[in-house]
């Protein structure tokens, strides 16, 4: 059995037992303390600290005794607000730090509540302060020194007032270290448990960090291993401008959602920390990286408003690894797009029509209006319709056979931006199959005079209003090679040729594809039928202008093939000198001629196969006979098809009897 005094000696006298027990180290320590001998208590304790040390053998009542001593010396400084005193003490004594955090109840938060329970020694639990916290551990001192002798009281008189917030940063202080020694203890001794004090220490200190601005600490903090509760600093964090540590946290835990939204302020300037220099591509790096695509189109359409190229970027991306969306869907994002940034929503409409192949013809229209929006802006720059007025005349006043206005625009124009609107603008109106013309239509007439011609005549080729088209081409652009092609192509005034050579420039590109996608190819050959009828239409727009008749005749010589003699004479008029036709005449004549006697040739070569064929046939039907189906009239005077009469007639030269005549 173990005895109460270990220490003890044993004295016999007589007939009576005495004992000399000497007093322990708490007995020593109590005394001390209650004699208000502080100083001399913590020697008592640090003494028998070093003894115990020295000692081989490591007694663990021993060192009990010697953590309630430390625990009764650091809490009777606590009570007497020498707060860098208590905190070495109550560390030395292996305090529970959650005792010592009760009493900051800012701090504390809702990490642990009033009714949870902690292992305390009984007389230290007798000795500690029973104020409910530091401040009121503060005021009772104050009131216990200096009232009634400052006045009014304790409470505002300026010097107390003074010292209490003195105190104040002392206890918080205090509390600051004695959690870091906590942490760095836990650390050395790399216990792998995660015991219930940890994410209270964790997260008070780095609510200590955030509330004094040591930032550097708190970065460190959360750089190491921790169990900090993000729900309980996420408000101190924002109220002290820690905007990059919460994100820090936020991208440990993975909750993009408020991760981004922290950014999203810092980019907005609602909240600033210079430690996120550049949240914007923060975002955008982010959503590059996530599988929410949710998440993804909910910030793009944020990001649209930052930094347009980038939140369009994100939309695409998000389109390019799903099943295709419905005409529908396309329409509902392009509208919020549109709502964030007008300017985004019109590169998301150039990447749905020309790079996704969108079918749908209200997206072709919306594109179709955008770029006769753009054109019609570049023109309200004076600069620039003067630039293009001159173009056509210059065009127009000068011999260009052969080289359409398209061309010559192209290589005398200086690059602008208004000189890619155009020519994207062209490219469109000729390519889509699916926007509405009638509604362009009647956007370009205004401006149709020369500067937008070449637009006018494509749009209207779209609407097969050719006699127009090729009035506009040959009359008010005399662009003649433009004009033919039309009439070649069957209603088109670009080529494919002609889109491949812009297709050189990269910001064009994607703008000719369009080009060589099937169904226009397939157009474009189903239109050629008509080519003779544009031919007929071409010449009838030259024949109205006498400046035109050069061209007039030079097509008739060159369609010869093309236009019927009887539709293309009566349209020449009759003071056209003879000489201006006559190769026409004569290659139609040819022509003629050269038919009929190709058809005589033609029937005489069918006539000869016949004959052949008959031959062979002759001799087939003599060598294998034939089966002839008579049909006997039944009762009733009904067709029977089981009274049937075959008879098999043989052609054989030598029993002319047996042959019958069935024709």
Known sequence: MRTPFPKSGTLLLGTSVQSLVPATLISQAETLLDAHKNDEAVELADQHRKKLQANVYF???????????????????FTETRFEDAGK????????????????????????????VLDVYAGVAEHMPIEASVDDIIAANLVRNYSPYLKPNTASAPPTAELRRILGIAAVDMLEVFLKRCRKKRMVEGSGNLDASQPIVDTVLAKLYAQSEKTNDLYTLIQEPHAIALSEVEDVFKKNGQYNALCM?????????????????????????????????????LLSNSKNRGLIQTWALWLTKKDPERGIKLLISRESGKRPQRPEDDLILLGQIREANPAASAQFLEYLVLQKRSNSRDLHTQLAVLCTDQLLAALEDPSVAKLWESKAARYASTNNEGNPFLSYFLST????????TR???????????????????????????RMLALELAIVNGK?????????????DLHDSASAETYCTLGGEVISTKAAQALSADPALRVWTTAFTSKSRQKAVVDATAKRKDLLKTLLKVYMDDDQTSAR????????????????????????WPLTTVSSFLARSLRR?????????????????????IRESSWLILREQGMVVEEALDGEGGEYDEKNVVLEKVAVNEKDASNVIDIT
């Open 59 to 77: 007694d663990e009542d021993e060192a009990d005794e010697l953590r309630y001593v430390y625990q009764r010396i650091g809490f009777q400084y």
């Open 89 to 116: 003490h109550l560390f030395n004594g292996d305090l529970d730090p959650r005792v010592l955090i009760s009493y900051y109840p800012e701090l504390r938060g809702s990490l642990f509540t009033a009714a949870d």
């Open 249 to 285: 946290l936020y991208q440990q835990v993975g909750d993009e959602e408020k991760l981004l939204d922290v950014w999203s302020k810092l980019a907005e300037g609602e909240w600033t920390d210079t430690d996120v220099p550049n949240p914007t591509e923060n975002i955008f790096n």
């Open 413 to 420: 124009t200086p690059e602008s931006p208004s000189k890619l």
């Open 423 to 449: 020519l994207k603008s062209l490219l469109f109106f000729q390519s889509s199959l699916l926007y509405d013309p009638n509604l362009i239509r009647e956007r370009l007439i205004p401006h149709s005079k």
């Open 463 to 475: 609407l097969e209003n050719h006699h127009e088209a090729l009035s506009t081409l040959v009359n």
């Open 552 to 575: 007039a005749a030079h097509l008739l010589n060159a369609q010869a093939k093309n236009l019927d003699v009887l539709d293309a004479m009566p349209l020449v008029p009759p003071k």
């Open 592 to 612: 003629t001629v050269h038919a009929q006697h190709e058809g005589r040739i033609v029937r005489a070569l069918s006539a000869g196969q016949n004959l052949d």
